[in-house]
């Protein structure tokens, strides 16, 4: 059994019937729209920005003269160092790159010979310093070394050492004279040796008595 | 007062991108049913997009996206090797749809909403309806479903859904007519009203 009479349409009618069942459709199509997952609006998020990051350097690509500002161009505050910018000649076209959009970009074109030695300059300082350091710690080396031979050589003889084999037979080399010679140079230093009495050392006690004679100044 | 600035290029490129990435994706999922798929068409058009037509007027902008993103789907198909089969269920499936067009009436499914039972839907029914209506619009033959979701859901007039779809106005009006009777057949059987 019918409860409406079903009357004809004419066309016009028809497509204003169908149009508000679509947009009562599309509406809740965007209630769908918008419930997406997170991880879907995360995607597309990053997507978005990817395009738009292809967007602006495709316009740097198109537009390469706007980064790179001819030299004597300027702009804003760049006006009023116009003249020093000229008389820096190739170090002023490289600050108005960085100036013109917050940094170099990959896609600036070449870089001016004094951007090129500016980058260099820490290079440079640091491999003087790491030379100045190591000439430092060889000068400390030294002083140290040469405060314990002083210290060793200004020192008294011990007794001990005329019964001792080594120092003898150091005492009676050719060259051992010479060689204590050109290490006691020092003018302050003396070195006291007493004769000891005993025979078997007297052919050594000459040996030193002789060194002792020579070291004093 | 100082005028508010003129936004840039490529902030007026991220509003209108984030304005249609939702449906873009949305309408790409009821097409290729996969929505990893999807997502990589929605980017790719959105990189189409920026690198060959970013300095049009953005006027210009959503029907040439929604033509892109047409395309790429049309491209995801090819590259799928389904098209062939694709177009040959849209042909099926139009055939069946014209031989039952004259038994339907199209004001069974809208006058049953005026009687105020859509009102006793609660959050969970609402989003099965919601699961039911889109399945069936992934249901439909492409070119209606197309024209359907560009001329209602994107809000563009006839010519520019001609345009976008590479086909005549009638063409448009046709897809759109056969897709709202399709739609509110499916669902009337459904129990779905509107």
Known sequence: MKTRPTLPLNAAQREALEARFALRLSARLDEGAQSVPHDITERLR???????????????????????????????????????????????????????????????????????????????????????????????????????????????????????????????????????????????????????????????????????????? | MTPLPSPSPEEELDDFLRSVERRAFKRTVYAVRDEDAALDIVQDSMIRLVQSYADRPPGEWPMLFQRILSNATLDWFRRQKVRNAVFTNIGDIEASADDGEGDFDLLEALTAEDAGTEGADDAASRTETLAQIEDEIARLPARQREAFLLRYWEELDVAETAAAMGCSEGSVKTHCSRAVQALAKALQLRGITL
């Open chain 1, 46 to 217: 990053v997507a978005r920005q990817q395009a738009v990051e292809a967007a602006r350097v495709a316009r740097l690509k198109a537009a390469p003269a706007i980064s790179v500002a001819p030299q004597g161009l300027q702009v804003g505050w760049a006006s009023a160092t116009a003249g020093a910018g000229r008389a820096l000649g190739p170090w002023h076209d490289g600050a108005a790159a960085r100036r013109s959009d917050h940094g170099r970009r990959l896609d600036d074109g070449p870089v001016s010979w004094g951007w090129r030695l500016a980058s260099a300059l820490p290079v440079l300082a640091l491999v003087a310093g790491l030379w100045g350091v190591k000439f430092y710690h060889q000068l400390e080396q030294l002083e140290a070394a040469a405060d314990v031979d002083i210290a060793l050589l200004s020192d008294d003889l011990p007794p001990d050492a005329y019964a001792d084999p080594g120092f003898a037979e150091f005492l009676s080399h050719d060259t051992a004279p010479a060689t204590a010679v050109s290490a006691l140079r020092t003018p302050d230093i003396e070195v006291a040796v007493q004769a000891p009495s005993a025979d078997p050392m007297e052919q050594g006690t000459d040996d030193a008595a002789a060194a002792a004679a020579a070291v004093s100044p």
